[in-house]
């Protein structure tokens, strides 16, 4: 429909007649989508690793590449959503068809096409993309529920066995600073006998908001470890600097006032430390850090609760 717009859909064109590719240009420009447009496949493959297309609109007969060698190469490459192909071709014998169907294309239109069919397929091709855009997002909803603690919302057991290895990987792998703070907060079993369970879980919400509060985004990550002990992972993070955070999350911890029946709930909590400067020896092991986290938390309960312990002897080697 002219004047309405179609900017979550650019199309990318490729065709090698300058005349046919403008002509085509100028039409789906018309019709309110934003347009790129290539020589050859060779060319539109290039422009697809650069940028995302979710629709490609392709000559069949083209020099260096074409149409069904280009659909090929899109199939076997990974983009960040599904790409929409259409070939354009005046090739129409039904085993030319299947062929072009083969090589990956969702879609053919015959030359000359007619600009309303072209319109109306276009369409089709934006209803299937939605309905991959929903499929998609309902699977990251569903990924991320499983590897997320339903109370405190932070990232649950699994999620540490699965990714800690990973992360120490990472370290290794570049002899990057890794570190981990384990901690817990002080008498929580004092706070369910007093209070109930729904006052334990507000404690524990506020714990964790306030954990994830004080990290840096899309780098650290916290993760309840079980019950009221939490998890935190510090990238790029040597055991000063580590420190430096598990002080500053005992002192928020320290002054948060937790709402609660019209109270405010105090808390404290404890904190271990554990890492790795230059992650590169064998040694290095995600169940090490753990352990050497696990030990420095033990050692702060055993002297008075809410402070912090680093486990020093971790950095040698």
């Not at 309902?138 to 499983?146: P, T, V, Y």
């Not at 040597?238 to 709402?259: D, F, K």
């Not at 109270?263 to 850090?289: K, M, N, P």
Request: charged share 25%; net charge negative; with cysteine.
């Amino acid at each position: 429909m002219p004047g309405e717009q179609h900017d979550r859909y650019p199309i990318l064109i490729a065709e090698d007649d300058p005349v046919s590719r403008k002509i085509l240009e100028r039409s789906l420009t018309k019709a309110g989508y934003t347009v790129s447009t290539a020589k050859n496949g060779r060319e539109a493959l290039d422009l697809l690793n650069r940028n995302y297309y979710p629709i490609v609109i392709t000559d069949w007969m083209m020099p260096e590449m074409n149409g069904t060698e280009l659909c090929r190469a899109i199939r076997r490459s990974e983009f960040p959503g599904y790409i929409y192909t259409m070939l354009l071709t005046s090739l129409d014998t039904k085993h030319d068809l299947i062929s072009g169907l083969k090589a990956g294309a969702d879609d053919y239109l015959t030359k000359p096409f007619n600009q309303a069919e072209l319109m109306a397929r276009l369409s089709t091709g934006r209803r299937i993309l939605e309905l991959e855009h929903s499929l998609r997002r309902a699977n990251e909803e569903i990924r991320l529920l499983s590897v997320t603690d339903p109370l405190t919302s932070v990232f649950n057991r699994g999620y540490i066995d699965t990714h800690l290895p990973d992360e120490v990987v990472r370290a290794q792998r570049y002899g990057r600073a890794l570190s981990v703070i384990m901690c817990d907060i002080d008498h929580f079993k004092r706070v369910n006998d007093t209070y109930g369970h729904q006052a334990g879980d507000a404690v524990l919400q506020c714990f964790a908001a306030g954990l994830r509060q004080l990290l840096r985004n899309n780098v650290d990550w916290v993760a309840r470890y079980g019950g009221e002990e939490f998890l935190v992972v510090l990238p790029e993070t040597a055991l000063t600097g580590a420190t430096s955070v598990a002080e500053r999350l005992r002192q928020h911890t320290e002054q948060l006032a937790i709402p609660f029946e019209n109270q405010d709930l105090r808390i404290t909590a404890s904190f271990g430390v554990a890492g790795h400067g230059e992650a590169s020896h064998a040694g290095f092991r995600a169940e090490t850090l753990i352990a050497d986290a696990d030990n420095s938390l033990y050692r702060a309960k055993n002297a008075g609760r809410n402070r912090v312990i680093t486990h020093t002897a971790s950095v040698a080697g």
